[in-house]
């Protein structure tokens, strides 16, 4: 991602954002059906919204996945 904006906003050449643009928001679709799976079997619903919010703050899910691993938001 680092090298397709600059080259379409710097270059005019698109063909990097047109491929990588789609994969990534399939990702990001994936991620949130992983968050909405998880609250219905092991966390609490403060786990999908702080999950949700991480999304959007690089680095965020790996912060938000250590979080999980330490046991935060599970539902006992």
Known sequence: MGVAMPLKYLGGNEILVKLLGPIHGMLFVIYIAMLFLGVSKTWNKNAF???????????????????????????D
């Open 49 to 75: 919204v702080i999950g949700f919010i991480a999304a959007i703050v690089p680095g965020g899910p790996f912060w938000f996945e250590s979080k999980l691993k330490a046991g935060n938001w599970s539902v």
